[in-house]
């Protein structure tokens, strides 16, 4: 997945718009919401399940079978509106949208195409945070509620039509034709997925297919085109491109654009089917749901609840007392556990031991998660407590072990899990990581001398690069000390040790 994402933003990097052909785009993001059960129907929602394992009657059609909407779906999608600035609507309906394919076996999808939720909001593109040039405001029509549709699947070397996706509750957010550029587009899909993973209205996955995105793009105000069911920003960046650039081609030529459904494939987009409007669908009320009413003050009552959005906490962490890079923050973000983790250490290291930010910082996203990855165990936030390592970070500050013995210490605690529950002293000791204090300065120097002439001998031709000018190959020389004796002595000490025996400046 990071492959792909780094990808499509050199590939952004490259690509520009031609001045003289006007980039005009507009997006339907079809979302997943993240319930436990089924749109209209008490099957449970399934993404991993085998085929037609969760399903109702009402999901496979069965004549006779009605629905009844479910509440947390209409509550996430008010949750959805409200976070996207919508004006929400006290009176919305569902409808029926007729079209024939097998994966729909009721023969319509219900949706709302006559009174949606919600209307008119937006949604405010950062230039500090979304990658873009300047702030841009994308305008929304609408967020809608609908049910999702089954799908075609390879199962057991068969096609088979799989109905546990059929009758999944969705909401589709319709944007208002206001993207100029492709950066916007792809700024946009990746706020938006941030935004709906972090209210938990939905997985975000968009691998899996818990956000599609159905691309309207024109170019010099000529028809538009649909660019269907698109699962990754950089599938909507490739795809953009394509068919700008094919666009351009069909101008040049002459040739008019045709309003048409196109998809794409990997490397182009292709034709599906000339656009549909709304008579080709048949919309018509749905008889068998009632009218959703619901208060006027729903979304302000929503919005006393809602946690910080996205900006807010990237705006906290970049800035004092954290002052976090971007790049930090957003990893951070990504992963609540450990931002909670990285708060709670930061407090007590900043306020309780007045320790600077900047210390705080290295601990938890350098020393801390370089542990891990040293002796390859997935980071895991409950393994070393934030308790824990102030522990181990005040045995630093107090001088009683070295911050190369601070990383021997960290190590082992991650491998050997039942000595965190130990006295941390105890731990020291056994691993001999104390400091030498009984030693006089004298001894002490001798020691250091001797151990630097062994680590010469024993590599040469390391030395060999030194005296030819390779003056920085000396720190190899000091990290072969250092592991030697386990961090008790300071790298500073077998620097001066190390050039003072080799001569060098």
């Avoid at 009844?68 to 999608?77: S, T």
């Avoid at 967020?143 to 075609?152: L, S």
């Avoid at 998809?263 to 008889?287: C, H």
């Avoid at 960290?410 to 000595?419: G, K, M, Q, V």
């Amino acid at each position: 997945m990071l492959r792909r994402f780094s990808t499509s933003v050199r590939h952004l990097k490259k690509f520009q718009l031609d001045p003289n052909y006007k980039f005009k785009c507009g997006l339907e993001i079809h979302t997943q919401l993240k319930t436990k059960y089924k749109l209209f129907s008490l099957s449970e929602t399934s993404f991993n399940e085998a085929p037609n394992t969760k399903v109702s009657y009402f999901d496979i059609g069965l004549p006779g079978s009605q629905p009844k909407l479910n509440p947390e779906a209409l509550y996430l999608a008010l949750v959805a509106a409200t976070a996207f600035n919508c004006d929400i609507q006290s009176f919305s309906t569902f409808d029926r949208k007729h079209y024939f394919y097998p994966d729909q076996p009721l023969g319509y999808q219900i949706t709302q195409h006559y009174h949606p939720i919600a209307k008119n909001g937006f949604v405010q593109l950062n230039s500090k945070f979304d990658g873009i040039e300047s702030d841009k405001i994308i305008n929304l029509e609408q967020v809608q509620i609908e049910q999702d549709t089954g799908k075609t699947v390879n199962f057991d070397d068969k096609i088979t039509i799989d109905l546990n996706r059929s009758n999944t509750p969705l909401i589709e957010v319709v944007t208002k034709p206001d993207f100029e550029d492709i950066k916007q587009v792809r700024a946009f899909v990746k706020k938006y997925q941030m935004l709906v993973s972090h209210l938990g209205i939905c997985s975000g996955d968009m691998e899996t297919g818990a956000i599609r995105v159905d691309a309207n793009i024109s170019v010099n105000g000529n028809d538009r085109v649909e660019i269907k069911n698109l699962g990754s920003s950089g599938e909507v960046v490739a795809a953009l491109q394509y068919e700008y650039r094919r666009q351009i081609g069909e101008i040049q030529k002459g040739n008019k654009i045709v309003q048409e459904t196109r998809g794409w494939d990997g490397a182009t987009t292709v034709s599906l089917r000339r656009k549909e409007n709304a008579l080709d669908y048949r919309y018509v009320p749905d008889s068998e749901l009632e009218v959703v009413r619901v208060d006027e003050n729903i979304g302000k009552k929503i919005q006393e609840k809602l946690p910080d959005l996205p900006d807010t906490i990237l705006e906290r962490l970049t800035s004092e007392p954290y002052n976090l890079t971007l790049n930090q923050a957003r990893n951070l973000f990504n992963e609540p556990l450990t931002l909670q983790y990285y708060l709670s250490f930061f407090k007590i290291y900043t306020e309780d031991l007045k320790q600077p930010s900047k210390s705080a910082n290295n601990w938890v996203l350098e020393e801390l998660i370089t542990s891990f990855a040293k002796v390859e165990h997935p980071f895991d936030v409950t393994l070393i407590t934030p308790k824990a390592l102030i522990e181990i970070a005040q045995a630093v500050l107090d001088e009683g072990i070295s911050l190369t013995a601070a990383r021997i210490l960290l190590r082992h605690l991650i491998e050997n899990p039942a000595d965190i529950d130990r006295p941390l002293d105890e731990v020291i000791e056994q691993l001999d990581l104390h400091k030498p204090s009984s030693i006089s300065k004298e001894d002490l120097d001798e020691a250091i001398t001797d151990l630097c002439q062994t680590i010469i001998e024993e590599n040469e031709k390391i030395v060999q690069n030194i005296k030819r000018g390779q003056v920085n190959a000396v720190q190899s020389l000091i990290g072969k000390a250092m592991k030697e004796t386990q961090g008790k002595i300071h790298a500073k000490e077998f620097k001066q040790k190390f050039t003072e025996l080799l001569g060098i400046n």
